[in-house]
C-alpha cells in the first residue's frame, strides 16, 4: 500500500511562495504519473498539476499555469509543488496523489488511487 505525506503548507500573503512536498513510501514510485489536487470548501477536488514517471512531462491547470511548478525526484520518493505568485483564489488544501488507472483525463481524481492527507495552503493579507 502506497502512503503519501504532504508537507509544506501555512499562511502566505498574496504574491507569496510556498513550496509543497509530497513524500511517498510502501510501493515503487518512480513507475507511477503523479499529480497535485486542491480542494477549498464547499468546492469540488480539482486538479492542479500532474508529472509523469520520468518527470518528463508535466501538467497544469490553465489556473496555475506559469505560475505553479511540479518536479519530482525519483531517487528521493517525493514530488515538488512550486507555487509563485499566489492568489487568495489558490487556498484550499492540496493533496498529492498517485494515478493507478488510465480511464479518463489524467486531470480525473477517478484515476488517482492512493492520496495523501493534505497539507493546508491559506493565501490572505
Known amino acids: 500500500q502506497v502512503q503519501l505525506v504532504e508537507s509544506g503548507g501555512g499562511l502566505v500573503q498574496p504574491g507569496g511562495s510556498l513550496r509543497l512536498s509530497c513524500a511517498a513510501s510502501g510501493r515503487t514510485f518512480n513507475s507511477y504519473t503523479m499529480g497535485w489536487f486542491r480542494q477549498a470548501p464547499g468546492k469540488e477536488r480539482e486538479f492542479v498539476a500532474g508529472v509523469s514517471a520520468s518527470g518528463g512531462s508535466t501538467y497544469y491547470a490553465d489556473s496555475v499555469k506559469g505560475r505553479f511548478t511540479i518536479s519530482r525526484d525519483n531517487a528521493k520518493n517525493t514530488v515538488y509543488l512550486q507555487m509563485n505568485s499566489l492568489k487568495p483564489e489558490d487556498t484550499a488544501n492540496y493533496y498529492c496523489?498517485?494515478?493507478?488507472?488510465?480511464?479518463?483525463?489524467?486531470?480525473?481524481?477517478?484515476?488517482?488511487?492512493?492520496w495523501g492527507q493534505g497539507t493546508q495552503v491559506t493565501v490572505s493579507s
Open positions: 496523489a498517485v494515478r493507478q488507472y488510465y480511464s479518463h483525463k489524467y486531470t480525473d481524481a477517478r484515476d488517482y488511487t492512493y
